[in-house]
């Protein structure tokens, strides 16, 4: 339905009720922990701490491509964090990122441990610590990070607007869709122009600005977030979808979209990960269960 109803803000806002919607019992005005809970640690110098939503999708993406490039320093145990249960706002995860929201890391390698939140900056501390997908020559690194910080302006459009309205508000509210849409359809042509003329985001190579917009707008190019494709013709943009059936057909990709999973099929969830062989796992235990 459409909310017609008139709304005057007060002069003064104060929380005193429900926001509604499916993530009302998390929505808090205020920082900080609720309570006490201390992060597991694994044994591998990189804890990732997240879930599979598209911002968590890019980190796990790329240690998967890290891995496969044969850098072993990149293995990492993935832990679990369900946001929709508030765990992220346990002592020890604002610890590692005081906004309690996923993903974060935290880096043991060093004799001081290294925490690093917000998932551009771990996109970005990962490719310098390891030298891969990210650009040495000023203009290509240049090129790859203004996509990485467009994905990381753009996307709060695509989830918090878009997404949030049409698929999780607790009521329909057209001119929030329809401001929303108009922008999210604004930046898939934008994305769509731009791989007119080049094969991934930032030129002739993969990066990882290719990593943190595939989850969102390659997800909802390919009808994987929101169930909006229909509504938002996503078909007219024939070269993001080009590119997004590229990047989702390589098999680091698959295993990263699989860590941390805990919605769809069973077969394509990994609820933690610790070490390499839990894919093997995965796949036998799906075997074993035909």
Not at 13 to 40: M, Q, V, Y
Not at 93 to 98: E, I, L, S, T
Not at 178 to 183: I, S, V, Y
Not at 203 to 226: E, F, H, N
Request: net charge neutral; proline share 6%.
């Amino acid at each position: 339905m459409t909310d017609t109803t008139e709304y005057t803000p007060p002069k003064v806002w104060t929380w005193n009720k429900a926001s509604g919607g499916r993530f009302a019992n998390i929505n808090r005005p205020i920082a900080g922990p609720t309570h006490d809970k201390e992060l597991p640690v694994g044994r591998h110098p990189l804890q990732l701490y997240s879930l599979a939503t598209p911002n968590g999708q890019k980190v796990t993406i790329l240690l998967e491509e890290l891995l496969a490039l044969g850098h072993a320093g990149a293995e990492y145990d993935a832990w679990l964090i369900n946001i929709g249960d508030g765990q992220q706002f346990g002592s020890g995860f604002v610890a590692v990122n005081p906004n309690s929201k996923i993903p974060a890391l935290l880096d043991r390698s060093a004799p001081k441990p290294i925490r690093v939140f917000e998932s551009g900056a771990i996109l970005v501390y990962l490719a310098e610590k390891f030298g891969a997908f990210l650009p040495t020559d000023a203009a290509e690194r240049a090129e790859c990070l203004s996509w990485l910080f467009w994905q990381m302006g753009s996307a709060p459009y695509l989830g918090g607007g878009f997404g949030h309205f049409y698929a999780y508000a607790p009521f329909k509210i057209e001119y929030a869709i329809d401001r929303f849409a108009m922008e999210v359809k604004r930046q898939l042509d934008v994305l769509n122009r731009r791989l007119a003329e080049s094969q991934y985001i930032a030129g002739d190579s993969y990066t990882i600005a290719d990593m943190a917009i595939l989850p969102w707008y390659g997800g909802l190019a390919k009808g994987l977030i929101y169930e909006a494709g229909e509504f938002l013709s996503v078909h007219e943009y024939t070269h993001v979808l080009r590119w997004a059936e590229m990047l989702f057909g390589r098999e680091p990709v698959k295993r990263g979209r699989m860590v941390n999973r805990v919605t769809g099929a069973p077969a394509g969830q990994l609820h933690e990960r610790h070490d390499a062989s839990d894919f093997k796992t995965k796949t036998q235990d799906k075997l074993t269960s035909q």
